[in-house]
């Protein structure tokens, strides 16, 4: 998944060609879609390794947009984002961020754990999540106005950060939040099947595993099994019944 590299590109390089796999579990695409089509900005609320990202893939596949991927962390700077100067040639040149380039691009730009991000970067996007839908390129004394089909995603995991690592109500505010949650049985089984190829009995087991160690992190243990977990022991299991 492209993230914090260089980028100068039309769209192409980040088009999913392939239709992702996701199982819905309520309305979340209708309301992405609403969300798409009026310009606002999606928050995705939910705990780590439930579908998101997945989510967010599948609906830059269904719309048809170049979708930017940037995975939060506290060295990540503003100008990593929007971009910087470089050398070239002896020639000082302007590089765009991934940011910058989504927003030229008309992609889909997902911020992925955003609250691990420093504070400069929510104060760039801050009027990307207005009507004025601009980004302020400070070195280069530029402001772009985004394409029309931009749109700007973050993720969220409320139960995860300390009250100091929360995204501020300011922030939270512009965004239309869409709870997600781990799907139900039957769904989470049918995804387990389907992304190992592992029989229904063992995919039910695990789902019903998963779901008791979730109900013990409701009694104190600080991370419950998530579907990606359940996924990789899934995978696991067959490798192993594979080799031996
Ligand atoms: N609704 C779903 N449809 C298809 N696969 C899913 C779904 N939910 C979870 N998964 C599986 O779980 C894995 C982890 O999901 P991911 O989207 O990476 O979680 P998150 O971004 O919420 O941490 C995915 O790679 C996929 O295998
Ligand atoms: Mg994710």
Known sequence: MPSQEPIEDSGGGFLIT??????????EIDLFEAAYGA???????GP????KTRFVQYMAYRLGRPLVTVACHEDLFASDLVGRYIL??????????????????GAICYF??????????TVVIHPLTDDRRTLYLERKGEVINAHPDFLLVISYNPGYQSVLKDIKQSTRQRFVALEF??????NE?????????IDADTASKLVKLGRKIRNI????????????????????????????
């Open 217 to 244: 992190r409701e009694h104190g243990l600080t991370e419950g099994a998530s579907t990606r977990l359940l996924v990789y022991a899934a995978r696991l299991i067959k490798a192993f019944c594979f080799c031996s």
């Open 48 to 51: 780590t390794g439930c579908g």
């Open 112 to 121: 992925d754990e955003i609250v691990e991000a420093r504070k400069d970067t």
């Open 18 to 27: 392939s239709e992702p796999f996701y199982l819905p579990s309520a309305n």
């Open 189 to 197: 089984t049918a995804i387990i099947q389907k992304e190992t190829g």
């Open 39 to 45: 310009k606002l900005p999606v928050m995705l609320k």
């Open 181 to 186: 949650d781990y799907p139900g049985i039957e």
């Open 88 to 105: 070239q040639n002896d020639e000082t040149v302007w590089r765009d961020g991934p940011l910058a380039a989504a927003v030229r691009m």
